[in-house]
């Protein structure tokens, strides 16, 4: 049975960083293409970042604008997003996802950046 883990959110001040890992199991992930989305209160959830299972990347840049990093560990079955210089209007759950054949999310972690 697929599971995917996501962990390593909380809280940190603005300008500060966070590196949200999702863990994976129960599903072949280096053929899997890998996300991440966000979802704010009273928002519908957004891509955040995504990489292939080739480990090539693509951003929300209108979310993100270069702050965030995605990157995979096919040995470790596990994907990151390092986020840099965070905002509050990163606020957030952030989950996970992996797509192709199947799709599969995540629980969700919460970020939440405030001073």
């Known amino acids: 049975q697929a599971r995917l883990v996501e962990s390593g959110g909380g809280l940190a001040q603005p300008g500060g960083p966070l590196r949200p890992s999702c863990a994976t199991s129960?599903?072949?992930?280096?053929?899997?293409?890998m996300s991440w989305y966000r979802q704010a209160p009273g928002k519908e959830r957004e891509l955040v970042a995504k990489?292939?299972?080739?480990?090539?990347?693509?951003y929300n840049d209108d979310a993100v604008k270069g702050r965030f990093i995605v990157s995979r560990d096919d040995s470790r079955n596990t994907m990151y997003l390092q986020m840099n210089n965070l905002k509050p209007e990163d606020t957030a759950v952030y989950y996970c996802?992996?797509?192709?054949?199947?799709?599969?999310w995540g629980q969700g972690t919460q970020v939440t950046v405030s001073s």
């Open positions: 996802k992996a797509e192709w054949p199947s799709i599969y």
């Open positions: 129960g599903f072949t992930f280096s053929i899997y293409h």
């Open positions: 990489i292939d299972s080739s480990a090539r990347t693509t």
